[in-house]
């Protein structure tokens, strides 16, 4: 007889023993221990991919200084593109170093 596990914090026991196969003095028989292991697989997580190197370069990308860089770099070259030395190549300078 299988014993429901409905609210298991309010069973005895021995219907949790009965329910999970097992003795609470002795633990799992070798035997259980094997058959539960082949049903459901070792306890242990699964191991998420590791990153490729595309991804980890773009996430070098997104950080906040990185970010903070780029606008700078780009705000830069918007100033020097519409001022009054835009024909001046030396005046993206600094908006190239910054690239």
């Known amino acids: ?3 429901s596990l409905e609210e298991p914090d309010q069973k005895t026991e021995e219907e949790l023993e ?3 196969g097992t003795s609470i003095a002795n633990g799992l ?3 259980r ?3 539960i292991l082949a049903r459901d697989g070792p306890n242990e997580l699964e191991k998420p ?6 991804m980890l370069f773009i996430l070098q990308l ?3 200084v990185i970010v903070l860089l780029l606008i700078a770099a780009l705000a830069s070259i918007t100033v020097n593109a519409t001022g009054p030395n835009k024909d001046d190549i030396l005046s993206y ?7």
């Open 93 to 99: 300078t600094t908006g190239k170093a910054i690239f």
């Open 49 to 54: 991919p590791k990153p490729t190197l595309l």
């Open 18 to 20: 009965q329910h999970f």
């Open 29 to 31: 028989t070798s035997a």
């Open 33 to 35: 221990a094997a058959e």
């Open 62 to 64: 997104t950080g906040f």
């Open 1 to 3: 007889m299988v014993v």
